[in-house]
C-alpha cells in the first residue's frame, strides 16, 4: 500500500500569514454581546457589516454569500485542493438527498422496482422542476445544484462524478425495497462520509482526519441515544451507524440494549465523556438541544488545535470551519428573534468561538 502524500507547509507561508490576520475579522466578545442585545434585523445587519461580511438585502443573504466568499478565498489558498472537496462533499450529498426525494413522488411503483433490478435510476416525470428544491439545496458544493437535479431527473450519468450518481442509484434502490425515506438519508450520510475519507487518504493531513473522525464520532454516539430513546432497534441503528469514527461500530451496537452504564463505560477517557452522560436522561426536555451544543463544541475544541501550528493547511481549513460556526451563531439569533424568543434563549444555545481570547 502506497504511503500519504507529505504536504509541504512552506507551501502554506503566505495562505498562513494572510489567514492569520483575517482572524481578527472574526467575531469579537463585544460584537457577540451586540449581536445578543438585537432587536430587529436592521441591528443585526450593521454588526455584521463592521465585522467584514459582505453587503446584501437581509442578513440571511449576507450569511450566504460570506459562506461562498471564504470557501473560495480558502480555495485559492490552499495548495491540496482535495482537502477543500472534502468539506464541500457533505453537501453534495445533501442535495442529493433533496433532489431524490423532490423526484421519488414521480416514480411508478412496479416501473422503478424493475429498473432498480437492473441498476437504473427510476423514470421521473420531465415536468418536474428544480425551482422546488432550491430553498433546501446547499452550496457550494462540487456539482451545481441544478445540473444534479438534471442528472437524476433524466438519468444523465456523464454530467456528475460517478460516485455520486452511483450514490443515487443505491439510494434509490433502498428506497424502492422498503418504500422508507429515512433509508435515503441512511445510506447517504454514510456515503458522505465515505466519500469524504476517500478524498483525502492520499493525503497526510492529520488535522482533516481528525475533524471528520470527530464529526463521525459525534454523529455516531447521538444516533446511539436517539435510537434508544425511539426504540428503533439495532438493525436500524447498525445501517445508520457512520463508518470512519475513531470507535468501532459493533462496540456501539454492543451498547444498544444494555444500560446507560455501558454508554458511559464506552466514552470513558474519550473526548466525549460529557455527552456519553447524557444517556442518563436523554429524552428530556432539553437535553437534545444540549447535545448539539456540546458536540459542536467539542467540534471547535479540535479545530484550536491549528492555534499550535505556524504553517500548513491546518490554519485556513481551521479559520473555514471557525467562520462557519460563527454563521450558526448568527443564525441562532436570528432564528431566536424572528420567533419572538427571548435574547437570552439565543446566548444560551450558542457554540464557542474559535478565537476564545477575543
Known amino acids: 500500500m502506497r504511503g500519504k502524500k507529505p504536504l509541504k507547509t512552506y507551501q502554506y507561508n503566505y495562505a498562513s500569514g494572510r489567514i492569520r490576520a483575517m482572524e481578527l475579522q472574526l467575531l469579537d466578545s463585544n460584537r457577540l454581546n451586540r449581536l445578543y442585545e438585537a432587536r430587529s434585523t436592521e441591528d443585526i445587519m450593521r454588526i455584521l457589516a463592521d465585522s467584514g461580511y459582505p453587503a446584501a438585502p437581509d442578513p440571511e443573504a449576507s450569511l450566504a454569500a460570506e459562506t461562498a466568499a471564504t470557501y473560495k478565498l480558502i480555495e485559492s489558498l490552499i495548495a491540496d485542493g482535495e482537502l477543500v472537496d ?10 442529493l438527498k433533496v433532489v431524490l426525494k423532490s423526484l421519488l413522488f414521480t416514480w411508478s411503483k412496479t416501473a422503478s422496482a424493475e429498473e432498480a433490478a437492473c441498476d437504473v435510476l427510476p423514470e421521473s416525470s420531465s415536468s418536474c422542476s428544480f425551482q422546488s428544491c432550491v430553498p433546501l439545496v446547499l452550496e457550494p ?13 433524466d438519468r444523465q450519468p456523464d454530467l456528475i462524478p460517478a460516485w455520486l450518481y452511483q450514490a443515487a442509484l443505491t439510494a434509490s434502490q433502498r428506497y424502492l425495497s422498503t418504500y422508507d425515506l429515512s433509508m435515503i438519508d441512511l445510506f447517504l450520510d454514510r456515503a458522505a462520509a465515505r466519500q469524504a475519507e476517500l478524498l483525502i487518504q ?7 482526519s481528525g475533524y471528520l473522525s470527530r464529526k463521525a464520532d459525534l454523529a455516531n454516539l447521538g444516533m446511539l441515544l436517539r435510537t434508544r430513546l425511539l426504540r428503533s432497534g439495532k438493525e436500524y441503528l447498525e445501517k445508520a451507524l457512520l463508518p470512519t469514527g475513531t470507535i468501532a461500530n459493533q462496540r456501539i451496537l454492543d451498547c444498544y440494549a444494555g444500560d446507560t452504564g455501558e454508554i458511559k463505560a464506552l466514552y470513558d477517557n474519550t473526548p466525549y465523556t460529557e455527552l456519553a452522560a447524557l444517556a442518563e436522561n436523554y429524552g428530556e426536555p432539553g437535553t437534545a438541544t444540549r447535545f448539539s451544543q456540546i458536540a459542536d463544541n467539542l467540534v471547535i475544541d479540535w479545530i484550536r488545535t491549528a492555534r499550535w501550528s505556524l504553517s500548513g493547511p ?14 450558526k451563531n448568527i443564525r441562532i439569533v436570528l432564528t431566536c ?5 427571548p435574547v437570552s434563549q439565543a446566548r444560551e444555545m450558542a457554540r464557542e468561538r474559535y478565537l476564545t481570547w477575543r
Open 86 to 95: 472534502a468539506l464541500k462533499v457533505f453537501n453534495d450529498f445533501h442535495n
Open 337 to 341: 428573534l424572528l420567533n419572538g424568543i
Open 141 to 153: 458544493s462540487l456539482v451545481a445544484p441544478p445540473i444534479l437535479f438534471v442528472a437524476i431527473r
Open 314 to 327: 491546518d490554519i485556513p481549513l481551521a479559520y473555514l470551519i471557525g467562520r462557519e460556526m460563527e454563521i
Open 202 to 208: 492520499h493525503l497526510d493531513c492529520p488535522f482533516l
